[in-house]
């Protein structure tokens, strides 16, 4: 019977069904590539727009917080940085299922429609030289909006390539995606610091400061043209056809009755609540190391160095894009190694590493000349974090509630820890009188991750939870057929084989109709 927790069906070792060939998804590779280009740069064009905030911070305060004391005006505009967050769950709860309901691709499309529009819009709104405090007001609800679209974004995003990309190639082809996000905050940090040198610092306040949001509207366009060339995913797609094809017979099944639909179902937020709670501990725990660690370096460090140690606004930009290129050319290699050794061991290294060098860090960005070696520092704990975070947190959750149970966890964690750790972090420098105090909070959320690392299961390799095993070619797949008994990493006794058959007719059934309207 199916197991509507995990999605799979159980079968006692040596008792069960034997792999066949036909039971394996083999991916075409066109279509992956599409689909992965797509996710990549529309998930970097997301982040292009969410970090140029971070970036151009200091310059906010003074177009929108002019009246409020001056040691308090950065806290004010972080604040309006961390509200995005708070709005994130909200998103994720939205975007989540209906994800899971109506397909990754039309909830990614969404996602970067609006975030572009926001972020847009940004860049048009009046200053509070013009309107006063309603200034601060219109940004703030672009922020919301922005913190909306968010909350369906990288759920979405890791669930996609997550899903289309091979087992044993996972931790490579999804780790990409972290590649464009970073690339993204680099691009906005680059973007900054260029009409920051020409414009010069009196024009950037009198209006250069709309330039990077209002280019926002022509780099969405660009990011929605590949968007929208994205298929979905085949595990979405069969999932889909036996939720469909039998939800009228599931409903009319006694009560208590389960059925091969069952794991076919997306769940409501009760559901996933109910059945996958544990994991999503887990996730959240993670998620939060990772978005402490990463939301320091990219939205927090450099209004942190103009406010802590007088760095100019250029200085500060400069300061980080080498760490964010850096990150993001690493990011794919450490995705690769996550696939020969598994994704914990990737995971344990992120986590020491931000415990050991946090501190030494923080104390060396005092001293110019060192400030680069610092940020890479950082970045090294912050690449092996988010290098495995698109492949090993969807691994958590089964196809048919993926989406949705990614985006609670994913969303509650960076909406309490990563989005108000800038927030957090310069709160801490002025209630201590401390400036490495951020640094601490940092670790402490290592620690949480660590513990969490503790009761996670290995997914390197493995197929997803609720799906059938995936390969990049007929010959991988007749392989793992030939080497089943022999494989580690291949728990025959786990496989959905009922789900499989029965989505596989049910999706026939859907192309014969469609074949036959047409």
């Not at 797609?237 to 409903?251: G, H, M, N, Q």
Request: charged letters at 15%; proline letters at 6%; hydrophobic letters at 50%.
């Amino acid at each position: 019977m199916p197991d509507e927790r995990t999605g799979s069906t159980r079968h006692p070792r040596g008792r069960g069904r034997r792999l066949e060939v036909d039971h394996v998804t083999v991916v075409d590779r066109k279509p992956m590539r599409t689909a992965i280009a797509g996710a990549v740069v529309g998930n970097g064009m997301e982040w292009y727009d969410f970090g140029i905030y971070g970036y151009l911070t200091a310059t906010m305060t003074t177009v929108f917080v002019p009246d409020v004391p001056q040691q308090w005006q950065l806290l004010v505009v972080l604040a309006g940085f961390a509200v995005s967050f708070l709005v994130r769950p909200i998103g994720g709860l939205v975007l989540g299922p209906l994800g899971d309901r109506i397909g990754r691709q039309k909830t990614l499309a969404l996602t970067m429609i609006m975030m572009s529009l926001a972020t847009g819009a940004i860049g048009l709104l009046p200053t509070s030289a013009q309107v006063g405090n309603w200034a601060l007001v219109g940004l703030i609800l672009c922020r919301v909006v922005q913190g909306f679209s968010t909350g369906g974004e990288y759920a979405g995003a890791t669930t996609f390539v997550s899903e289309y990309a091979p087992d044993n190639r996972r931790g490579f082809l999804a780790s990409i995606l972290d590649t464009g996000s970073y690339l993204g905050f680099a691009v906005g940090a680059a973007t900054v610091a260029v009409c920051q040198v020409t414009l010069g610092q009196e024009t950037m306040l009198a209006w250069g400061w709309r330039v990077p949001f209002l280019l926002a509207l022509p780099l969405g366009a660009i990011a929605m043209f590949f968007r929208l060339r994205i298929e979905e995913s085949p595990a979405f797609e069969k999932t889909k056809a036996l939720s469909d094809a039998t939800a009228a017979a599931s409903s009319d099944a006694p009560t208590g009755t389960s059925t091969t639909a069952d794991a076919a179902q997306p769940l409501g937020l009760g559901g996933l609540l109910r059945h996958h709670w544990r994991p999503i501990l887990i996730a959240v725990a993670l998620v939060g190391a990772t978005n402490t660690a990463g939301y320091s370096l990219t939205s927090y460090m450099p209004s942190y160095l103009e406010a802590n140690h007088g760095y100019t606004g250029l200085q500060a930009s400069l300061a980080t894009i080498p760490a964010l290129v850096a990150l993001s050319i690493a990011v794919p290699f450490v995705g690769k190694l996550s696939d020969r050794i598994g994704r914990k061991p990737v995971y344990a290294v992120a986590i020491v590493s931000t415990i050991v060098l946090t501190v030494p860090a923080y104390l060396m960005m005092a001293n110019p000349s060192l400030v680069w070696v610092s940020m890479l520092m950082l970045a090294f704990s912050v690449t092996f974090y988010v290098a495995i975070s698109a492949s090993a947190l969807p691994a958590l959750f089964p196809t048919a509630s993926r989406y949705g149970a990614m985006a609670i966890a994913y969303n509650i964690s960076v909406s309490l820890f990563g989005g108000t750790a800038p927030m957090i972090g310069e709160l801490l420098v002025k209630v201590t009188g401390i400036t490495i105090a951020p640094a601490f909070y940092t670790i402490a959320f290592a620690v949480f991750g660590g513990i969490a690392l503790l009761t996670m299961k290995e997914s390197a390799g493995r197929p997803l939870p609720g799906s059938m095993p995936t390969v990049g070619s007929s010959e991988e797949a007749q392989d793992l057929v030939d080497t089943q008994e022999a494989n580690p990493r291949l728990d025959v006794a786990d496989l959905p084989f009922e789900e499989h058959d029965a989505a596989t007719a049910a999706l026939a059934d859907a192309n014969g109709d469609s074949r036959t309207d047409a």
